[in-house]
Every structure is written in structure tokens, then in C-alpha cells.
């Protein structure tokens, strides 16, 4: 088993029914591990910040990110998601 290598995902925009479930399948989909989870409901838009493990993902970093984007645009949602080495790096400044 690889070392884990992790990454950040985030998630906002107007609250609705599924938002969890298909950003959770898509990462699901592409050999994607949730670790951590944290999401709130504030005035109505929905906030999620997810730690997940792209040790063993079926496609690359960039596939990856492209495909929540693409799942951002259809769902109305603004989907990232970003390297831990980015924000270790910035506390090692």
C-alpha cells in the first residue's frame, strides 16, 4: 500500500437534496477515499470541506479535479479541491 497522500475538497453553494451524495460518488467513482468530513448549512447555501486520500485514485490529480469542476457546474455548486502539501507548505514558510 502506497503512502497516503492527501487532499482538500471543498464545496459551496445554495443548499438542496444530494449535494453529498454525488460529489461522494464521483470521488467514490475515480479509487477516492473520504477521511474526514465537515459541512454546515449557513442562511441557506450549503459549505463542505472534505479530507480525502488520492493515494489510489483510478485517474490522475488533473482528471480529477476537472471532474468536480464539471459536477460544480452541473449542480450549480463551486467544487475544488487542492493538495495538503499546498497548505503544509505554507505553514513551513
Known amino acids: 500500500m502506497p503512502a497516503q497522500s ?6 459551496l453553494g445554495f443548499d438542496r ?3 453529498i451524495a ?5 470521488l467514490f467513482q475515480r479509487g477516492v477515499n473520504i477521511l474526514d468530513i465537515s459541512q454546515t ?24 479535479a476537472d471532474d468536480l469542476n464539471a ?7 463551486q467544487i ?4 495538503s ?3 503544509e507548505a505554507m505553514h513551513h514558510i
Open 85 to 87: 502539501e499546498i497548505f
Open 41 to 64: 448549512v449557513l442562511d441557506g447555501y450549503f459549505n463542505m470541506v472534505m479530507m480525502v486520500d488520492i493515494s489510489e485514485p483510478t485517474c490522475s490529480f488533473t482528471q480529477l
Open 22 to 26: 454525488h460529489v461522494s460518488t464521483v
Open 80 to 83: 475544488r479541491i487542492q493538495k
Open 6 to 11: 492527501k487532499a482538500v475538497v471543498t464545496v
Open 17 to 19: 437534496k444530494g449535494i
Open 71 to 77: 459536477l460544480g457546474e452541473e449542480q450549480g455548486l
